[in-house]
């Protein structure tokens, strides 16, 4: 959600903080801000909406410092206006904080200091940590003062702070959402998401909760929220910066779409061997006894993760042959889960700071589950807290909405389901080397079904005017229909909902018209006649068919007219055909949000990482 970043070196500091700023844009805000200090004292620059209003505003009145921080803000506490725009200060303008996360107790926390004399200019949670920080600042420097303020603090929060009366500093704190510190040449920085910092530096050390960053000209100390000092490994990010530009793509969201068959590739890379027809999968880290013994698998998301979640639970039970439910992480510790022995919970997050399903992993794990995550960020908080960890390859995604994450995370469920399988025996040595073989051609085939692009634009073509949606599927490719609706929900504005293509009749159908379109999941499998029979049904109705189908099989198209369309795929066995279908779903989402002329990178409301509740 909300960026941060700050700065203490050599180089000019706000080219380096706007920088820092929009290279976060993805992660979705709706104001800006920085804070420049000088000796005289500190400078706030803020305005409400997209970063070039805050240029506007700088330009208008110019303002540097020797050191800074800025924050691009998605309202959760008060309007999205310039006055609730962060930096915060206290009553005096001497202390400044920038903030990811809530503070829950925030109103008592209001009415104790507004009793002690305290003005507050804000609606915001924020504000009442510079206030904090304020009251107890008592000559031990500033990080002497977070500490104490943390005391009183409840929630999940990331914090930067910087003080007029204690110069050259930095504070940050850990406590839920990411807070990444990265390490330069006579230069540091800290930042909410390593994209912020990466064309600086590519040593960086992340922030467990519970921990503190005190920035200075001569370096970083790290210590734990009582002041003892912590000993923290420097990690070197593999990304190459250029990864994270558009690479010549109108919208990031394309270009992640064409990455898609290299992601794919880097996620299968060294995990499979066709000769000995084996799954390598290292940094599990769980004996294969335990593994061995599982009775039960839950699956932990949100939002799309939740989706390649659910084609999880058809992975692993058809291979390994363990049930699996699978949990939205904002509602699994809510109702008191009840957590078998030998049980293992999968947590799955792109960013692996996903408040909702870090908090449901953690639920789990105190209940006496063993648990993995499923993650494309090296070091995040679901990576550090879990037992082991299957990493996807995808490389940063800038997009809002998901597309090289969703299906890199579809090919690590799988290459873990057929782990398990391995593990445990459910298949013989040659149907699991079967397996492997077609795996390892996925990602030729994505890349075939990505050359469909075309094909899809004449399909927004037809139909971007339309109001209503109504995608389905059956058995594993239900829910992708999910994911194919919410894509296009997200990023063009249209209603759509996807459905098990048998429920249409018990709700549904009362919906459809020749106003609606109804995209149709359809691999030759073995439901395609159950589906091709919600189709006719459809089609009886008045409805005009988009149906996504297996390239060479005459038994949709007998059925379609002039008012259907077709969008033929590559074949792949039953159960990889849910990364396949997956693609032209994203096509045509980005297609039709274009001709509406939407954001189609940054879709109103929305963040890249949900890093509150």
């Given at each position: 959600m909300c960026g941060i970043i700050g700065y203490i070196g050599s180089k000019p500091v706000v080219p380096l903080l706007l920088d820092g700023l929009r290279r976060m844009e993805y992660r979705g805000y709706d104001s800006a801000g920085l804070a420049l200090v000088n000796p005289e004292g500190i400078s706030l620059r803020r305005s409400a909406g997209k970063l070039v209003n805050l240029e506007a505003a700088l330009r208008k009145d110019p303002v540097d410092g020797r050191y800074g921080i800025g924050h691009t803000r998605w309202a959760t506490h008060g309007r999205p206006t310039e006055e609730n725009a962060h930096p915060h200060s206290d009553c005096a303008g001497r202390i400044v904080v920038v903030h990811n996360g809530i503070i829950e107790n925030y109103l008592e926390l209001k009415r104790e200091l507004q009793a002690q004399g305290h003005t507050?200019?804000?609606?915001?949670?924020?504000?009442?940590?510079?206030?904090?920080?304020?009251?107890?600042?008592?000559?031990?420097?500033?990080?002497?003062?977070?500490?104490?303020?943390?005391?009183?603090l409840r929630g999940m929060f990331a914090l930067v702070l910087v003080s007029a009366d204690d110069q050259d500093k930095i504070v940050a704190v850990g406590n839920g959402p990411p807070v990444v510190v990265g390490i330069g040449v006579d230069e540091f920085f800290v930042a909410s998401d390593i994209p912020a910092i990466l064309s600086h530096t590519r040593d960086v050390v992340y922030l467990r909760d519970e921990e503190m960053a005190v920035i200075t000209r001569s370096g970083v100390a790290f210590t734990d929220r009582a002041g003892r000092p912590l000993s923290k490994a420097t990690e070197r990010v593999l990304w190459d910066p250029l990864a994270a530009e558009k690479g010549?793509?109108?919208?990031?969201?394309?270009?992640?779409?064409?990455?898609?068959?290299?992601?794919?590739?880097?996620?299968?890379?060294?995990?499979?061997?066709?000769?000995?027809?084996?799954?390598?999968?290292?940094?599990?880290?769980?004996?294969?006894?335990?593994?061995?013994?599982?009775?039960?698998?839950?699956?932990?998301?949100?939002?799309?993760?939740w989706h390649s979640g659910l084609v999880g639970k058809y992975l692993i039970e058809t291979l390994a042959r363990l049930p699996v439910e699978v949990d939205y992480g904002s509602e699994y510790r809510y109702r008191n889960p009840i957590v078998a022995a030998k049980e293992l919970a999968i947590g799955i997050t792109q960013s692996g700071e996903t408040a909702d399903t870090l908090a449901a992993l953690r639920e789990a794990r105190g209940r006496g589950a063993h648990s993995i995550a499923i993650?494309?960020?090296?070091?995040?908080?679901?990576?550090?807290?879990?037992?082991?960890?299957?990493?996807?390859?995808?490389?940063?995604?800038?997009?809002?909405?998901?597309?090289?994450?969703?299906?890199?995370?579809?090919?690590?469920?799988?290459?873990?389901?057929?782990?398990?399988?391995?593990?445990?025996?459910?298949?013989?040595?040659?149907?699991?080397?079967?397996?492997?073989?077609?795996?390892?051609?996925?990602?030729?085939?994505?890349?075939?079904?990505?050359?469909?692009?075309?094909?899809?634009?004449?399909?927004?073509?037809?139909f971007y005017s339309r109001t209503d949606f109504l995608f389905l599927g059956r058995g594993i490719n239900y829910p992708i229909a999910l994911e194919g609706a919410l894509k296009l929900k997200e990023i063009s504005y249209i209603h759509a909902e996807g459905y098990p293509a048998g429920e249409m009749k018990h709700g549904p159908i009362a919906l459809i018209d020749e106003r609606m379109p109804i995209v149709a999941i359809a691999p030759a499998d073995h439901v395609f006649e159950k589906i091709l029979g919600n189709v006719q049904e459809a089609k009886a109705r008045g409805a005009s068919v988009i149906a996504i189908t297996t390239a060479g099989d005459p038994r949709m198209a007998e059925v379609l007219d002039d008012n259907d369309m077709v969008l033929p795929m590559p074949a792949t066995g039953p159960l990889l055909t849910p990364i396949i279908m997956t693609i032209p779903l994203q096509l045509l989402a980005y297609h039709i949000a274009v001709r509406r002329g939407c954001d189609v990178d940054q879709p109103r409301n929305l963040a890249k990482s949900v890093t509150v509740e």
């Open positions: 507050f200019r804000t609606e915001t949670d924020t504000e009442i940590v510079a206030h904090l920080v304020e009251r107890e600042m008592q000559g031990d420097g500033l990080e002497g003062a977070v500490r104490r303020a943390l005391t009183f010549g793509h109108r919208h990031f969201m394309l270009k992640e779409i064409y990455e898609q068959p290299s992601a794919a590739r880097e996620t299968i890379l060294g995990r499979v061997s066709l000769d000995q027809g084996q799954i390598f999968l290292e940094d599990l880290h769980i004996e294969d006894a335990t593994l061995r013994a599982l009775e039960k698998v839950t699956i932990l998301a949100c939002g799309t993760s993650c494309n960020v090296v070091g995040s908080m679901a990576t550090r807290e879990s037992g082991g960890t299957v990493y996807t390859h995808a490389g940063p995604e800038i997009g809002v909405a998901s597309t090289k994450a969703f299906t890199s995370q579809l090919v690590a469920i799988h290459l873990l389901a057929l782990y398990l399988a391995q593990l445990r025996g459910s298949l013989d040595a040659e149907t699991l080397r079967a397996q492997i073989a077609e795996l390892l051609h996925v990602p030729q085939l994505i890349g075939e079904a990505v050359e469909a692009s075309a094909a899809t634009a004449k399909v927004a073509e037809r």
